[in-house]
């Protein structure tokens, strides 16, 4: 996994500015860069947390306004230093289209960071918003060049905003007078529209605060919160038509699947297209066609955000309980915020480049969004932030049958011990494992082989999750469940932070937002208690759901160009299948290699399908293996795995 917090040391080229005159330690003298050993101690606030950016420019384009240098504290100095600095960005530049990316700073080597300090933690980042040109492509014209400008030729527009300023107005050496900034400010945070959505996840979703920022720091990344967003790749491209007119042709073909003319004249489908589209552009082909029905269900357009609004709801509490158990426990603080974003991003919007983009949204959602709608600058440079979140514990499970484990440990600091264990109610392990990640995210689903649910006498039992992060801060969860010999497993989503729940604050009056009463801080369910009858004789609760589920399966990490692949696998389900699908795919979506197959049985082997699948005839770059099913009750994204063609 990427360990997304660490600084990668590089070599300045020789001649990179400086103003040594031999008073400071990592000053430079003119010409002539420091090479001398230093620890870098401490970090001096950055001026500026955001700027904002008109056009999509390249990476290198991008990270050039950014500041030559940052004040560090060197060898324990009480002064700080200047020393130069160049500029990466955290997510996937070169294959996303999101509205904002996180960048982080690298140094020359020989400036070594202490082991005091967290890469992740106390490394200060900037967030870049960018607005796309708004220049619209018209049927038939090509893909517009996109204006990127001499930054001394042009007027730039500056923000109050962090620290911000006009750099004719500031002497400071490290302000913003490299930075370019011709970002307007209308779809920023502060909009009406960002209020309308702040208003429907917690009044209408019942969210709190901090819940509502890590979902509006998603939904921000993703569209920019434009309901009519078409993916950006697919405006300049295969589709070749502005959001306006794409939204306006799917519309007009709403009873035919949303069929649709392309700006190539090419009949296209919009429960066909492999491309994100709406707040939180949903790409798959099964929750295209659900927000297609939602839209003809309530007499509406595609892009009605009310209608988009409801269909997320939706998808959250049936879809992905255990994201909705995260988004109602989180606590009503930064932490919360930040574990609520992280868990949005990883397991419902589940973009490329996962857990670094994950844990960029997350610091944004503290830094910028918690900020901006409770006026308190609560820092992610700061506490640790920890949780077990959208994990799964059982009430009842049935001998035979067992429990799948998951969910996630995330921290803003790294997780050093995890453990799982079933006990009996005297205290007895039974079955016990544990890991040392070293990362920032952590599947429980690697623990699920060693705690053998299936195999308990009939009896009660308790399940326990600790987890503990290099700051010392622990979190725990622990369940009461009974074993039966017949009957259902059953099992609920859970959250437990490793913070203490503080009082909700007030949110600040701004438009929408003086309306709504004060968000109420959520708490996780109750434990199950166990059942008062016999162990044999269990209450039988409801029927659950459909459980689709994929085991034994294989997928590629890295592959030469021209290597094949042979994938395996079962698909099963409790309930009879319908279809299964099977296909690479890049980072936007488009397919490169595709098969399915109907299905009436409740398993299938995926080796049917492999001779169809085409990884011979990839080229070379970063590709998505992923197997879809839908039973008879739901359709599910069973396997997603990124791996590159070299």
């Known amino acids: 996994m990427l360990d997304v917090g660490s600084v990668q040391a590089e070599t300045m080229p020789e001649g990179q500015p400086g103003t040594d005159n031999g008073?400071?330690?990592?000053?430079?003298?003119?010409?002539?860069?420091?090479?001398?050993?230093?620890?870098?101690?401490?970090?001096?606030?950055?001026?500026?947390?955001?700027?904002?950016?008109?056009?999509?420019?390249?990476?290198?384009?991008?990270?050039?306004?950014?500041?030559?240098?940052?004040?560090?504290?060197?060898?324990?100095?009480?002064?700080?230093?200047?020393?130069?600095?160049?500029?990466?960005?955290?997510?996937?530049?070169?294959?996303?289209?999101?509205?904002?990316?996180?960048?982080?700073?690298?140094?020359?080597s020989n400036y070594k960071l202490s082991s005091s300090l967290v890469p992740q933690v106390d490394v200060p980042w900037i967030t870049v918003f960018w607005e796309p040109s708004r220049q619209e492509m018209k049927k038939g014209e090509k893909e517009p060049e996109v204006p990127?400008?001499?930054?001394?030729?042009?007027?730039?527009?500056?923000?109050?905003?962090?620290?911000?300023?006009?750099?004719?107005?500031?002497?400071?050496?490290?302000?913003?007078?490299?930075?370019?900034?011709?970002?307007?400010?209308?779809?920023?945070?502060?909009?009406s529209v960002s209020d309308r959505v702040f208003a429907y996840l917690t009044k209408n979703m019942g969210l709190n605060t901090a819940a509502a920022c890590g979902v509006m720091t998603n939904l921000y990344a993703e569209s920019a919160l434009r309901s009519n967003n078409l993916e950006n790749y697919y405006n300049r491209h295969t589709i070749a038509l502005s959001d306006e007119e794409y939204t306006k042709r799917v519309n007009a073909g709403k009873a035919s699947n949303g069929k649709y003319t392309s700006g190539n004249n090419k009949t296209r489908y919009f429960t066909k297209d492999y491309c994100g589209y709406g707040i939180a552009q949903w790409t798959s082909l099964s929750r295209r066609t659900n927000l297609l029905r939602k839209a003809i269900a309530k007499k509406t357009s595609i892009d009605n955000l009310n209608m988009q609004l409801e269909f997320l709801k939706d998808e959250l509490q049936y879809s992905y309980p255990h994201v909705w158990a995260t988004l109602k426990g989180v606590p009503n603080n930064a932490g919360g915020a930040y574990l609520a974003?992280?868990?949005?991003?990883?397991?419902?919007?589940?973009?490329?480049?996962?857990?670094?983009?994950?844990?960029?949204?997350?610091?944004?959602?503290?830094?910028?969004?918690?900020?901006?709608?409770?006026?308190?600058?609560?820092?992610?440079?700061?506490?640790?932030?920890?949780?077990?979140?959208?994990?799964?514990?059982?009430?009842?499970?049935?001998?035979g049958e067992g429990m799948d484990v998951s969910g996630y440990v995330i921290s803003n600091y790294s997780i050093t011990n995890v453990t799982a264990r079933i006990t009996n109610l005297s205290g007895k392990t039974i079955y016990s494992t544990s890991a040392q990640p070293k990362a920032y995210f952590y599947k429980l689903s690697r623990m699920d082989s060693a705690l053998k649910f299936a195999g308990l006498p009939a009896?009660?039992?308790?399940?326990?999750?600790?987890?503990?992060?290099?700051?010392?801060?622990?979190?725990?969860?622990?369940?009461?469940?009974?074993?039966?010999?017949?009957?259902?497993?059953?099992?609920?989503?859970?959250?437990?932070?490793?913070?203490?729940?503080?009082?909700?604050?007030?949110?600040?009056?701004?438009?929408?937002?003086?309306k709504l009463?004060?968000?109420?801080?959520?708490?996780?369910?109750?434990?199950?208690?166990?059942?008062?009858?016999?162990?044999?004789k269990p209450v039988k609760p409801a029927p659950p759901a459909s459980k689709l589920k994929i085991t034994n399966y294989t997928y590629p990490k890295s592959l030469k160009k021209g290597q094949t692949f042979t994938i395996k696998g079962k698909v099963s389900s409790n309930v009879k299948l319908k279809k299964v699908i099977a296909g690479i795919y890049t980072a936007s979506g488009k397919s490169m290699s595709s098969a399915s197959k109907k299905v009436s049985k409740k398993s299938f082997n995926l080796k049917k399908l492999d001779e169809k699948i085409r990884f011979g005839k990839l080229p070379k770059g970063t590709f998505?293996?992923?197997?879809?099913?839908?039973?008879?009750?739901?359709?599910?994204?069973?396997?997603?795995?990124?791996?590159?063609?070299?």
């Not at 918690?370 to 499970?397: E, M």
């Not at 969860?477 to 609920?492: D, E, I, M, N, Q």
């Not at 293996?625 to 063609?645: E, G, P």
Request: charged share 20%.
């Open 624 to 646: 998505y293996y992923t197997v879809t099913a839908t039973d008879r009750k739901q359709t599910k994204v069973l396997l997603k795995r990124a791996f590159t063609v070299k």
């Open 148 to 191: 990127v400008g001499d930054p001394d030729e042009l007027e730039p527009v500056y923000t109050v905003k962090d620290g911000s300023v006009d750099p004719s107005q500031s002497s400071d050496p490290v302000s913003m007078m490299n930075i370019f900034s011709a970002f307007t400010e209308e779809s920023y945070a502060a909009s």
């Open 459 to 514: 009896g009660t039992y308790r399940y326990i999750l600790a987890a503990k992060d290099s700051s010392g801060k622990t979190v725990t969860a622990s369940h009461a469940f009974t074993a039966v010999s017949s009957g259902k497993t059953t099992s609920l989503k859970g959250f437990s932070a490793g913070r203490v729940i503080t009082a909700a604050p007030k949110p600040k009056a701004s438009g929408v937002l003086s």
């Open 341 to 399: 974003a992280a868990e949005f991003c990883a397991c419902f919007e589940i973009p490329a480049n996962t857990y670094s983009t994950a844990t960029s949204r997350a610091k944004t959602a503290v830094n910028t969004y918690w900020k901006n709608y409770t006026g308190r600058n609560d820092s992610v440079n700061s506490a640790s932030f920890i949780g077990l979140c959208g994990y799964a514990y059982p009430q009842y499970v049935r001998r």
């Open 23 to 108: 008073e400071q330690p990592g000053a430079e003298t003119a010409g002539r860069p420091d090479t001398s050993p230093h620890t870098i101690t401490g970090f001096k606030d950055l001026p500026v947390r955001e700027f904002y950016y008109e056009g999509n420019p390249k990476e290198e384009e991008l990270v050039k306004y950014l500041p030559e240098s940052i004040e560090v504290y060197l060898d324990n100095s009480k002064k700080t230093s200047s020393i130069p600095v160049s500029w990466s960005v955290v997510e996937d530049y070169e294959d996303s289209s999101f509205f904002f990316y996180s960048v982080k700073p690298s140094w020359p």
């Open 517 to 536: 009463p004060a968000p109420v801080t959520q708490t996780k369910p109750a434990a199950a208690k166990p059942a008062v009858k016999s162990a044999a």
